[in-house]
Each structure stands twice: as structure tokens, then as C-alpha cells.
């Protein structure tokens, strides 16, 4: 129900913003129409510049001198140049003073941006039609500036609060209403205790981290688990979306990073929580236009960051879906040093998500959400509401008394077609090629007295990968031996050899693999000197012409062994599996079933191998 009302008043949203922005654009006409008719009126024409090359031109530290006229629309400003300032005075007509008088006057004073202002006294002898006509523009922009401010939050409105400082409108989401999720709420507990006890750990020492960042798709409940900590700890949730941030003027969302720093520090302890913060985050690049706004914006969130220390009790949480894009300064001590992934659910955790969300739904004693858990592999937790939320839907619309499980396998399909277009939910033969791919890791490595054993063999998807195999880590080393990285390549070959000899077929699943697997040939070769016929020498050059002094023969020949080493461990994995295609038949479909199979349950594929 909460969420197809959340739908509803997003969808009243975009209506009032095509409604605003039609006005503006109507606005907009009629305002230029009037400048442009006053302007012509001035009749100063060549002497004029337009107030957006005003903006250019100040920002580029071209204008040497700006004179303004209290109740006076019309600027005087001075370019610099050689020329006397008679020649390099022009007008500008500016759409409303006061917006441009603050404007300008934090170029200069935060921005260091040099510029003498004057301002002269009204004058008298301004005609009142001149009045009349500099009036209406002013008063169209102000308004439509105040709506665009509006509907961007600005105007005081920095972040949507959730819990006034009274404690009277704290959020009410609790830990009991994110279903799953049980380690990373067991590793969020003590930022609750910590809100809602600081002076103790402060006074121990403690340091508490500042910044953590929930990595996940959407939908997982990264702001739902949020909420919860603000909820539990009964302390303001300001939460903002880093699109939010991406302002159309510039200068404008660091500024608004600063005031929504400003208003959690009068509200600490509090949590700030930033959504998409890859929006702002994304890696610096020194390309001009959005990008100098956005590592603007980015810079103030840095400077914030760093700025506030723990005893101001402010927790700042930002979840993001594309970890890869975000700007490594985020990342370093200090700032969001603590970072937590955020699943799809399990088999489990769909289940508790599916029973969470049916108490406030009417359904029938015969619902097997096992079952329901069982059929949606990869559904996040709010497709899972959104699969119940239909389901009411259609019990409803064929008359049911009750919610069946007719209603719910219907609401699957109709969903699982959404997701489908957008390539979302996996398909049975996707899954069925990833079950043979991460089984192949498992059971070959098994066979490989060097490699680690196998601590958890998932088909759940991960990040870009569609199912992962987790090795358990080994005790500090300081040395790897040969034979060891060969049978790293013969693990890591498992995977695609698997694919190949169980369905006939090879996928793009293996590009990782086979990228670390050439890395490691080629560091043998190239590092470690390891190769037979090549001898201990070391290729690694910091200019690729360095080489030449080998001759073309040994470049030759360290490609020719690339890919024999790699031609190797393939054969020797696929022997392996060859040998053993029964366990990698069991080990794959028991991953069908179960999605994820633990080391216990690993081993036992082998124990009729030892005896
Ligand atoms: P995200 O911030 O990761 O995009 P949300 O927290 O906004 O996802 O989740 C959207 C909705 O999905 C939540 O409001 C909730 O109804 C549902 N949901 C997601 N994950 C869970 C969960 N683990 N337990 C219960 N409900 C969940
Ligand atoms: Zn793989």
C-alpha cells in the first residue's frame, strides 16, 4: 500500500512540474518580450550587453567595474581593457536587482572574485512608465525564480526532513520493519547506540565513523535501513538525493551542500542521509560546464566532511548503486570510510520480505510465501511490496475474498515481464549457465591442493557478476609459489570450462576470470621471471619502446606463452571436470535449488570421494 501511494504522489508530482515549467516557459516569453521592449526604449543599443554575457563575463574575471542604482534596473559596468573607461563602459539590464546585488556580492566575498561595486543612491528623475516597465520583468523573474527555487528545494528547504527538533515527527521506521538484512543491521546497531548516547563513547575515545555508504541496486532498502537508524535512535533524518544537488545555475549545489550541513548541525544528533550520491560524486574530471558544477558541488561535500568532527553527532549516510563511478576522495578516513553492501535478498530474506509485507493485506491461510520466495530469484525488496501490492490489485479486480495464490503467481508474471524489458530479473537459462559457471570454480579448485576452500557458492547476483564463488582466506603470506598461481588460472578457467562441457555454450560471464587469469600469466612472464625459456627477466618497462631492447623474438615469445599458459589451465580444468561430472551436476543443480550453497554443505558433494 505505502508504496503505490508513494506512486501516486510521485505521479502528482511530475504533473505539477510540467505545470510549472509550462508556466515558466510562458513566463519566460512575456519577460523577455518586456525586457527586450524596455531595452529598445533605452535606447543605448550598442552600448548594451545582455545580462547573460554579464554572468560570462564576471565569472571569467573580465569586468573591472559594476555601477548600480538602488530601484534601478539598468547597470553600469566596466569592461577591463587598455582603452579609456569612457570607451569600455556598457549597459546591462538586469532582471532583478536584488537577486543579481546577492549574487554578486558572494562572488566577491566567498569567490575572491575582483570587482569594484558602487552603488548610487535612486534617482529622483527616474520616470515612473521607466518604473512600470523595469517593474513587471523583475516581478515575472522573482516569481519564477521562486518556483524554480521551489521546486528544487532551495529557499530554506535544504533536504527533506523527517522528525522536527521537538522529537515530535521523528521517523517511525524501525529495525523490525527491514526484513533480512541481518548481518548489516548487526553492523549498524552501534551507530544507533551511538546517536543515542554519544557523551559515552566520547568519552571513551571511541572514534565513530562520519560517513557510510550503502552500495546496492535500487529497491534493496538502503533508504528504508536508513530510516530505520534515525528511527531507532529517534534522531532527525534529513535525507536529500544527490540529483538534487546538479542545480542549473551555478555555484549553486555546493551551496546547497553547505545549508544542508548547516541545518544538520543545529539538529544534531542527526542523521543526513544522500541518495544516488554518484549524482555528485562521480570522479573528478577537468572538463568544463556540468562538470566544473559538479566537482564544485562534490569539493563543498569534501570540505563538509572534513569540516565536522564526531562530537557534533552527525552520521552521514549516502547509498549509491554504481560504487565504480564515485570519486576515491570520498572514500578515504574520514569522510565515507565505512562501506556496506546491500544485497538482493536471499531465498530467506525474500520470504521475510514477502511475509513483512503481506500483515496489512488480506490473504489466504493457503499463500505459501516460501513458494512465492522460491519463483522470484532477483527481485529486490520493493519489487517484492510492488508483487503483493498487485496482487491485492487483482484479488480485488476478480472479486476474491481473499488474496490467493492464483492472484500472487499472476502478479509475478506481470511483474516479471516489467522487469524483463529492463533485462532485470534473471532468466532460467541465465541462471541455469551461471549455477554450471560457479560450480565449475567450486569443483575444480577442490581438486587443487594449493587453493583455498570454497567458502560460499552463490548464484545470487552481485555487482555486475551474475553469481560468485568465495574462497576462504588464507593466513598471512608473504610468497606465492608457482604452482600456485598456475592453479589459480586453473580455477579461474573453471568457470567457462564448466559452461562449455555441461551446456555446450560460453558466456560473457567468464571476462573476469579470463581478464585475471591473462593478468597472472602475464605477470609470471613478465614480474616474476618465471617462464622456462624466457629465464628470470624482467619486462616491466615504464614506456612500451623500452621493450625493443629485447628484440621482437622475446616479445614474440611472451605472447606465445600467454597463451599457452592459459591454453593449460583450461585443459587442466576441463580434465577435472571431466573426471568428476557427476559432483558438477549435483553441485550446480543443488545451487538451482537453493541459490547458495555454504562450505559445510560444499564438502559434503566430496564425501564419498575420501572414503
Ligand atoms: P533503495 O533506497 O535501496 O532504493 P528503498 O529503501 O527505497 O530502496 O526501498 C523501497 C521499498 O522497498 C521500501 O520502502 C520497502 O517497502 C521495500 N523494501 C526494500 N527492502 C526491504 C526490506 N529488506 N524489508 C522490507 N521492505 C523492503
Ligand atoms: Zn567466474
Not at 559596468?77 to 554578486?104: C, D, H, N, Y
Not at 556580492?105 to 570587482?115: L, R
Not at 559515552?200 to 565513523?209: E, H, Q, R, S
Not at 503481506?358 to 505459501?368: A, C, L, W, Y
Request: hydrophobic letters at 40%; one cysteine or more.
Amino acid at each position: 500500500m505505502e508504496n503505490n501511494q508513494k506512486q501516486n504522489g510521485q505521479k502528482k508530482n511530475n504533473l505539477m512540474k510540467i505545470i510549472v515549467l509550462t508556466l515558466m516557459i510562458i513566463g519566460l516569453a512575456v519577460a523577455t518580450f518586456v525586457v527586450y521592449y524596455v531595452s529598445v526604449k533605452d535606447g543605448q543599443d550598442d552600448n548594451k550587453l545582455a545580462f547573460t554575457e554579464l554572468m560570462t563575463d564576471i565569472n571569467n574575471g573580465k569586468i573591472e567595474k559594476i555601477e548600480m542604482t538602488t530601484g534601478s534596473n539598468t547597470l553600469k559596468v566596466v569592461i577591463k581593457g587598455e582603452e579609456p573607461e569612457k570607451e569600455r563602459e556598457k549597459t546591462v539590464l538586469v532582471p532583478s536587482l536584488q537577486a543579481f546585488m546577492e549574487w554578486i556580492q558572494e562572488k566577491v566575498d566567498k569567490d575572491g572574485v575582483e570587482i569594484e561595486l558602487n552603488q548610487k543612491p535612486v534617482n529622483p528623475f527616474l520616470r515612473i512608465s521607466e518604473t512600470l516597465f523595469s517593474l513587471l520583468p523583475t516581478i515575472l523573474l522573482v516569481v519564477l525564480l521562486l518556483m524554480i527555487f521551489k521546486m528544487q528545494g532551495l529557499g530554506g528547504d535544504s533536504g527533506k526532513v523527517y522528525g522536527g527538533e521537538d522529537g515530535s515527527k521523528k521517523t517511525n521506521v524501525k529495525f523490525s520493519d527491514v526484513a533480512g538484512l541481518d548481518e548489516e543491521k548487526g553492523e549498524l546497531i552501534e551507530i544507533v547506540d551511538f546517536l543515542k548516547t554519544p557523551k559515552a563513547y566520547l568519552d571513551m575515545g571511541a572514534k565513530i565513523p562520519k560517513g557510510i555508504l550503502l552500495y546496492g541496486k535500487p529497491g534493496t532498502g538502503k533508504t528504508l535501513i536508513a530510516k530505520a537508524i534515525a528511527g531507532e535512535a529517534g534522531v532527525p533524518f534529513i535525507s536529500m538525493s544527490g540529483s538534487e544537488f546538479i542545480e542549473m545555475f551555478a555555484g549553486l549545489g555546493a551551496s546547497r551542500v553547505r545549508k544542508l550541513f548547516e541545518r544538520a548541525k543545529k539538529m544534531a544528533p542527526c542523521i543526513i542521509f544522500i541518495d544516488e550520491i554518484d549524482a555528485i560524486g562521480s570522479r573528478r574530471t577537468s572538463n568544463s560546464g556540468a562538470e566544473t558544477e559538479n566537482n564544485q558541488t562534490l569539493n563543498q561535500l569534501l570540505v563538509e566532511m572534513d569540516g565536522f568532527d564526531t562530537n557534533e553527532t552527525i552520521i552521514v549516510l549516502a547509498a549509491t548503486n554504481r560504487p565504480e563511478m564515485l570519486d576515491k576522495a570520498l572514500l578515504r578516513p574520514g569522510r565515507f570510510d565505512r562501506q556496506i553492501t546491500i544485497p538482493a535478498p536471499d531465498l530467506n530474506g525474500r520470504e521475510a520480505i514477502l511475509k513483512l509485507h503481506s500483515k496489512n493485506k488480506r490473504f489466504s491461510p493457503t499463500v505459501d510465501f516460501k513458494d512465492i520466495a522460491g519463483d522470484t530469484a532477483g527481485f529486490t525488496g520493493a519489487e517484492l511490496a510492488n508483487v503483493l501490492n498487485e496482487a491485492a490489485i487483482i484479488a480485488t479486480r476478480e472479486k476474491h475474498k481473499e488474496i490467493t495464490n492464483q492472484d500472487v503467481e499472476n502478479a509475478v508474471k506481470k511483474i516479471t515481464v516489467g522487469l524483463e524489458k529492463t533485462n532485470r530479473v534473471i532468466s532460467e537459462k541465465d541462471k541455469k549457465l551461471t549455477a554450471y559457471h560457479e560450480a565449475g570454480h567450486a569443483v575444480v579448485s577442490k581438486f587443487l591442493p594449493t587453493q583455498t576452500d570454497v567458502k560460499e557458492v552463490s548464484i545470487i547476483p552481485r555487482g555486475l557478476a551474475g553469481g560468485y564463488t568465495m574462497y576462504k582466506t588464507n593466513e598471512d603470506k608473504y610468497y606465492v609459489s608457482k604452482t600456485e598461481l598456475l592453479e589459480k588460472m586453473v580455477a579461474l578457467m573453471g568457470g567457462r570450462a564448466a559452461e562449455k562441457i555441461s551446456l555446450n555454450e560460453i558466456s560473457t560471464g567468464a571476462s573476469n576470470d579470463i581478464e585475471v587469469a591473462t593478468g597472472i600469466a602475464r605477470d609470471m612472464l613478465t614480474i616474476y621471471g618465471m617462464d622456462d625459456n624466457l629465464g628470470p627477466i624482467s619486462l616491466k618497462v615504464d614506456d612500451p619502446y623500452e621493450l625493443q631492447i629485447f628484440g621482437d623474438k622475446v616479445i614474440d615469445q611472451v605472447g606465445n606463452e600467454i597463451q599457452q599458459l592459459i591454453d593449460n589451465a583450461y585443459v587442466s580444468a576441463q580434465k577435472i571436470l571431466l573426471e568428476h561430472m557427476d559432483i558438477l551436476d549435483r553441485v550446480a543443480q543443488t545451487l538451482l535449488e537453493k541459490e547458495k550453497i555454504t562450505s559445510e554443505e560444499f564438502e559434503m558433494f566430496f564425501k564419498d570421494l575420501e572414503e
